[in-house]
């Protein structure tokens, strides 16, 4: 029923009945006066107490235009109804709310009404029904039609990772949830042109930012709570992809691509149903489905191995890429499907529910894999062992790595990754059906199609009675979906130092026009969703970053992401890409990871409420941790857990600890109970590779940064030593700003800032800087208006790896070395004894604030080069005599220069390291010329980063320094001949360069680093 058509019946009531009064809020006073006296002064008064409310935000913020769209008073019983508009729904209303706004009314309708009862609405709904279940104090209160009904048969989970074996029963084990980032690259049929559906700014576009949220961060935390995360994108940066599809393959058990074995006739692998992937030849026409058209391979399980199948890609070039496999599902098939990953570090096992989820790519996980064929490093296999025997198993096709688009528009297709394509064109690609998903509009207009197919991927997954909107009862793929959400930003400006902040929408009405879901539950589920969403968000927010984040409307909207999905679904605004002081936030990794762990926990507190489950928040990750080589050529590992001040939850309670040797990728890990850890006997001359996690019953931490250990043969110890590599660049921040009144922007011409990994949002560097200049197109969209000339160039940033590049170079020169976080060596005051020499990492180093200016709490400098504890360790170390080899971009200027240094400081840097800084900016080329006849006599010169490139980060400001008290130079900028680093002899010895070491060219690094060790010696 429409709000005017309640109006009309409130209006007919009064006419026949003659005892009861109603009228529609912002029509004439000639309407007005139809209402007789007394409620004409229940609607005036109520009027009056909005207009305080509004200035004074008390007891509830109610936008300005919040008003009283009818009233109806009736004498028998004595009841009084007030009708608020839509807007006085869109704060998030809490009991407390409830009670002080009847009381407030009631006051302000005075002594007239003492005797009525009085019940307010909006969206047609009493507004203490608008308070979630979970923010109500009594369980006899909750709204039983808003939660989900127990199902007895939900299946077994989709999928499971056997090899760690990690089920968190506080966490979201077996919830299986549906994140789409907005928009992405899309054919626009009216131009005949593949472009971006939104402009770009601030160095990024919206079809790219909500995916550096989701992506790196997002997807990994919900999987790492136990969920099953589907994206309707594809989630792999790899631009390489294989498919090895059995209708493709030999199957006599001679192509290198495919094999297949069974032990018994009873096992022997037999041609199934043609309802198989058939990846053909593409790219693909419009609406074509790959899936459907080829054969599988089918056997019986059985409860030991008695038969498999392997798929050997021949991989283009190593690196990591994300494994999908797909299977013909059927009633009879196998809950426990047993596949098995070889890849570079070794074997990981899954067991895979393929009664559901079939005909489509089921991802499994990201791996490393060296390039070309390698059966034993390199494959994956399905084994038929299972817990009963006598199901059917299925064996269709398995899919390594993303790709570049490959679904044809007009005869070509987008000539980018899958990664950047919208929705539309991926769907196609997992074999979703057109009409039904993602061709909506008569093949016409993509763009419409791109939004739409989001919210219908998430019903096709969950399947009848909640499939597609034309066709409730399609079968689709059996997963329950439990939740959906669209993640996007919006568009808006404010005043300076102002954020527009974070809108969150959800909708009553599904595309049915009903207020149910198709399975009865009440569709308030939404807003209950979308208001711990937002609530946790703004919390975060306002707590880490700007206490004044604006927590914007929470607004019920027939919008088509957020009205299309079947179960309880959310679009969130986070914040406003066409504002500056929004975009100053979200151009920092650390705000994104924040922001994913808000919507993180908001999930997981919605979805533990709702099926009567406690919660227990994952860890963080571990900042201090050690890798300490002991006398018995062993590791001992050591670490503290981190603790958490939003979520008291969030405790680690065991531990994981991850290897890997050489350049291989890492294990499994093995699960620890205490704080340390000690390592088997290394084997000389190989590094191995440490990281460590927390985890509790609400899942697992994100991993700490990457130490690693050596030791090198007994004939290299002899002649050479020891060292500790300490890694001090924990840095990942967004680039340097500048605010003034015709000039406001990104200034990576200062500093462009530290991606976190690999960075897959950039554009290209901010060229509009004068606020002034508004939207005119998306070609030129104003004020922040960027360049595009690096959006393809996904390049790598901050990686925690740091130590084995430096571990490298020190074992090619006979050294062995241990090695330590920052913190881990201010933990362990002991750490250095034993060694020879420290190596600290100080990469991009540098103090920055990316938080209000104006909030002294939030304003303290975050990743400066020398904190005071570690200064407070240097000049210890020094004292005793110590050896240490300190390279960074910003080594002399963030200690001696910085706007955040002290007294201390600089005291600090000029009398222990002995530095007199020269400049910033100091080189343009990465060329370096070694000026001491030493190191001159075999290397000459050599070369640093400072462009693109896909191994290392760029270096765009290394320092200019030379040292003081009898230092000498051993290096200087080519271009300018700058000194680029000195050598300190007396008590102690110290080398200082004003450019990272990691970010030598690699052939160059050994030599280089012998020619330092020679200068420490």
Not at 169 to 184: A, E, T, Y
Not at 275 to 282: A, F, M
Request: with cysteine.
């Amino acid at each position: 029923m429409t709000r005017f058509n309640v109006v009309l019946i409130f209006a007919f009531t009064i006419l026949v009945a003659g005892c009861a009064s109603s009228v529609p809020s912002g029509k004439s006073g000639k309407i007005i006066r139809q209402l007789d006296r007394k409620s004409r002064i229940a609607y005036n008064r109520t009027l009056e107490w909005l207009v305080s409310v509004k200035q004074t935000n008390q007891p509830v913020k109610l936008p300005k235009s919040t008003t009283v769209d009818s009233l109806k008073r009736s004498k028998k019983p004595k009841t009084l109804q007030i009708y608020f508009n839509d807007q006085f729904s869109y704060f998030p209303l809490r009991e407390q709310h409830v009670v002080r706004i009847k009381k407030q009314i009631r006051d302000a309708l005075g002594w007239r009404f003492r005797n009525y009862a009085i019940q307010l609405y909006s969206l047609e709904i009493p507004i203490e029904e608008l308070v979630p279940n979970i923010f109500r104090s009594n369980p006899a209160l909750y709204d039983s039609l808003r939660m989900p009904e127990l199902q007895e048969n939900r299946p077994a989970p989709i999928l499971r990772n056997t090899s760690k074996n990690l089920e968190f029963s506080r966490g979201l084990w077996g919830r299986n949830i549906v994140v789409w980032p907005s928009h992405g690259w899309y054919y626009n049929g009216r131009e005949d042109v593949w472009e971006w559906q939104r402009p770009r700014l601030f160095q990024t576009v919206e079809d790219l930012l909500p995916y550096a949220f989701v992506i790196p961060y997002l997807e990994p935390m919900l999987e790492n709570a136990g969920a099953n995360v589907f994206i309707p994108r594809e989630r792999d940066l790899q631009t390489n992809e294989v498919v090895i599809d059995n209708d493709d393959a030999v199957t006599t058990g001679k192509s290198p691509g495919f094999k297949q074995w069974s032990a018994t006739k009873n096992s022997t692998w037999i041609n199934g149903d043609s309802c198989g992937l058939h990846y053909g030849t593409p790219p693909y026409p419009a609406n074509f489905n790959p899936f459907g058209q080829g054969g599988q391979l089918t056997t019986r399980t059985d409860t030991v191995i008695s038969a498999s199948v392997k798929w050997i890609p021949n991989i283009p070039e190593s690196g990591d890429y994300a494994v999908y496999i797909t299977w013909c599902a059927t009633d009879s098939s196998a809950t426990d499907a047993h596949y098995r990953i070889l890849h570079a570090g070794g074997t990981t096992d899954f067991r895979v529910n393929q009664r559901i989820g079939g005909n489509t790519w089921l991802y499994l996980g990201k791996f490393r894999f060296s390039a070309g064929y390698d059966a034993a490093k390199g494959a994956v296999e399905l084994l038929n062992d299972a817990s009963r025997g006598g199901q059917n198993l299925s064996a269709d096709a398995v899919r390594f790595g993303g790709g570049m688009g490959m679904v044809m528009r007009k005869g070509r297709t987008s000539g980018r990754p899958k990664f950047v394509e919208g929705s539309r064109y991926y769907l196609q690609y997992m074999g979703m059906p057109d009409t039904l998903v993602y061709n909506l509009n008569d093949d016409k207009n993509d763009y419409k199609d791109d939004y739409q197919s989001r919210g219908e991927y998430a019903n096709y997954l969950n399947g009848a009675p909640a499939g597609p909107t034309n066709h409730r009862d399609a079968s689709g793929l059996g997963i329950p979906i439990d939740i959906s959400m669209a993640f996007h930003t919006d568009a808006g400006i404010t005043n300076p130092d102002t954020t527009v902040g974070t809108l969150m929408i959800y909708s009553l009405t599904g595309t049915d026009s009903t207020r149910t879901f198709p399975n009865g539950m009440s569709r308030l589920a939404n807003r209950d969703l979308a208001d711990v969403l937002q609530s946790q968000i703004v919390r975060d927010i306002q707590m880490n970053f700007d206490s004044t984040w604006h927590r914007r409307h929470l607004m019920d909207a027939l919008y088509s992401e957020a009205a299309r999905p079947n179960m309880p679904g959310v679009l969130l605004e986070l914040l406003s890409h066409q504002n500056f002081t929004d975009m100053k936030f979200a151009s920092d990794p650390a705000f994104r990871f924040d922001v994913a762990r808000a919507i993180y926990k908001g999930m997981l507190k919605y979805l533990s409420f709702q099926n009567n489950r406690a919660y227990i928040v994952q860890p963080l990750p571990i900042k201090k941790f050690e890798a300490n080589l002991t006398d018995s050529n062993t590791v001992l590992l050591k670490w503290k857990p981190e603790y958490d001040p939003l979520e008291l939850t969030a405790v680690a309670k065991s531990y994981r600890i991850y290897t890997r040797m050489g350049e291989t990728g890492f294990d499994n890990g093995i699960a620890v109970a205490t704080t340390q850890f000690e390592t088997q006997k290394l084997e000389p001359g190989k590094i191995y590779a440490f990281r460590v996690t927390a985890v509790n019953e609400g899942g697992e931490s994100f991993p700490s940064a990457t130490l690693a250990a050596a030791i090198s043969n007994e004939l290299k110890i002899m002649r050479a030593g020891t060292a500790l590599i300490v890694d001090g660049f924990d840095r990942v921040s967004g680039p340097a700003t500048m605010a003034y009144d015709k000039f406001q922007g990104l200034a990576n011409f200062i500093d462009a800032g530290v991606p976190d990994g690999i960075d897959i949002n950039y554009t290209g560097e901010q060229y509009a800087f004068d606020p002034s200049e508004i939207f005119a197109t998306n070609a030129f969209p104003g004020h922040g208006a960027s360049f595009a000339n690096e959006e393809l160039l996904t390049s790598p940033g901050n990686t925690r790896d740091f130590v084995f590049i430096h571990g490298q170079a020190l074992l090619h020169n006979g050294f062995a070395f241990g090695s330590a976080t920052r913190d881990g060596w201010i933990m362990d005051s002991s750490l250095t004894r034993g060694y020879d020499l420290v190596d600290l990492i100080l990469g991009e180093q540098r103090s920055v604030v990316n938080r209000q200016a104006f909030q002294t709490k939030l304003n303290s400098p975050r990743f400066e080069a020398f904190p005071t504890m570690l200064q407070n360790r240097i000049r210890k170390y020094c004292q005793g005599g110590g050896r240490l080899l300190i390279s960074g971009a910003y080594v002399a200027s963030d200690p001696l220069k910085s706007p955040f240094g002290d007294d201390d400081s600089r005291d600090f840097g000029k009398n222990v390291l002995k530095m007199v800084w020269v400049s910033d900016h100091a080189n343009r080329s990465g060329n370096v010329v070694l000026t001491d006849s030493a190191m001159a006599s075999v290397l000459p010169s050599l070369a640093f980063n400072q462009g693109q490139n896909r191994e290392i980060y760029a270096v765009e400001s290394p320092d200019a320094l030379r040292g003081s008290q009898g230092a000498v130079t051993i290096c200087r900028y080519a271009d300018n001949q700058f000194s680029a680093g000195f050598f300190y002899k007396n008590s102690y010895r110290l080398v200082v360069l004003g450019f990272p070491f990691e970010t030598v060219r690699s052939d160059q690094r050994s030599i280089f680093m012998g020619g330092l060790l020679n200068a420490l010696k």
